[in-house]
């Protein structure tokens, strides 16, 4: 991918090395609980999601991120991103290396496009009044 970043897929050798990342972006999530997260998206048998694990030449995680095809409001496959977590590191190509990588994923799945979820959660006690909110 680049000089600094390789990405590939993630699969269950790699969860432990990438758990420092998963803690440091949400230290409410427990190592069983991150193993199980990755134990079922790595036994899945569809080619149309997985994970996807960037590393330095160190072998040092990075960037991680989920992903799934789904379609678009014109019945055409795009590419979404899910659970992305990336150590932020002052001069490092990371931010490429995760676009870069998203790209690859997309062209390989026959994607045209690529959405980035970002989960939102009410604030406690907040009721909305709008359904697709609630």
Partial sequence: M???YRAQPMTWADAR?????????DASVTLDAWLDFVRRRTD???????????RDRRDIV???FAYRVDLDLR??????????IVAQIPGSQ????????????????GC???????????????TSRT???A
Wanted: proline fraction near 7%; charge should be negative.
């Fill in 17 to 25: 090395a990438a758990y420092p990342l998963v803690y440091l972006h």
């Fill in 75 to 84: 019945g055409c496959n795009q590419l979404c991103i899910a659970q992305l």
């Fill in 112 to 126: 045209p496009s690529i959405v980035i979820e970002q989960p939102f959660q009410l604030m406690p006690g907040v």
């Fill in 94 to 109: 990371i931010d490429h290396a995760v676009v870069a990588s998203t790209s690859q994923v997309a062209a390989s799945l």
């Fill in 44 to 54: 899945a048998d569809s080619g149309d999601n997985g994970l996807i694990v960037i």
């Fill in 2 to 4: 680049n000089e600094e």
């Fill in 62 to 64: 990075h960037a991680l």
């Fill in 131 to 133: 359904p697709t909110a």
